[in-house]
Antibody, heavy 117, light 109 residues
Framework: QVQLQESGPGLVKPSETLSLTCAVS????????WSWIRQSPGRGVEWIGY???????NYNYSLRSRVTISVDMSRNRVSLTLSSVTAADTAVYYC???????????WGQGALVTVSS | QSVLTQPASASGTPGQRVTISCSGS????????VAWYQQLPGTAPKPLVF???QRPSGVPDRFSGSRSGTSASLAISGLQSEDEADYYC???????????FGGGTKLTV
């Protein structure tokens, strides 16, 4: 049973960089796509981007200039960085395994990130 | 404003059948498979339906999905109190080259 666990700072200052890691246990990162998704009261559920099994990335157009998703195969981890954050980036951030262009399963439990000085 | 449109709320009594709709366009629901997620308070979304009408292992057959044209729906029969949650639809959008989600429907039992 694959399980995902997000981790990272819960508080980030405006204009700084948000960094989160998703640890994958119970299975290999290898053959799958991995997505980051965030959820906030104001913006609802918003897809951030994915990384494919061959390292190809695809980002939400609205975040493209600020986001990077990477994979560390040796540590079975997926990472997210989002630069120049503002209060609008305050959200619960989820990592999820993506099955082609079909669905997300499983999801991590989520990490709340607050952007505030 | 979400790309996929869902009613903000729905309600039913125990044992009833409830349907939640999800309206999109030719570039998302009209072209790609729809998935449905259930989110209980304080938890991550959990998949209920994928590929329009397939249920992941462990999901009761009380939950069923369908798609027609640019719309999809989730039906919940034999409503139970534990079904009280938020429900989201999602699909890939070929024009946006991105995943799009509905705004969510809060189901009250």
């Amino acid at each position: 049973q694959v399980q995902l666990q997000e981790s990272g700072p819960g508080l980030v200052k405006p204009s700084e960089t948000l960094s989160l890691t998703c640890a994958v246990s119970g299975g290999s990162i290898g053959p799958y796509y991995w997505s980051w998704i965030r959820q906030s009261p104001g913006r609802g559920v918003e897809w951030i981007g994915y990384i494919s099994n061959i390292g190809r990335t695809n980002y939400n157009y609205s975040l493209r200039s600020r986001v990077t998703i990477s994979v560390d195969m040796s540590r079975n981890r997926v990472s997210l960085t989002l630069s120049s954050v503002t209060a609008a980036d305050t959200a619960v951030y989820y990592c999820a395994r993506q099955h082609d262009l079909l669905w997300f399963d499983p999801w991590g439990q989520g990490a709340l990130v607050t952007v505030s000085s | 404003q979400s790309v996929l449109t869902q009613p903000a709320s729905a309600s039913g009594t125990p044992g009833q059948r409830v349907t939640i709709s999800c309206s999109g366009s030719t570039s998302n629901i009209g072209s790609n498979a729809v998935a449905w997620y259930q989110q209980l308070p304080g938890t991550a979304p959990k998949p209920l339906v994928f590929k329009n009408n397939q249920r992941p292992s462990g999901v009761p057959d009380r939950f069923s999905g369908s798609r027609s044209g640019t719309s999809a729906s989730l039906a919940i029969s034999g409503l139970q109190s534990e079904d009280e949650a938020d429900y989201y639809c999602a699909a890939w959008d070929d024009s946006l080259n991105a995943w799009v989600f509905g705004g969510g429907t809060k189901l009250t039992v």
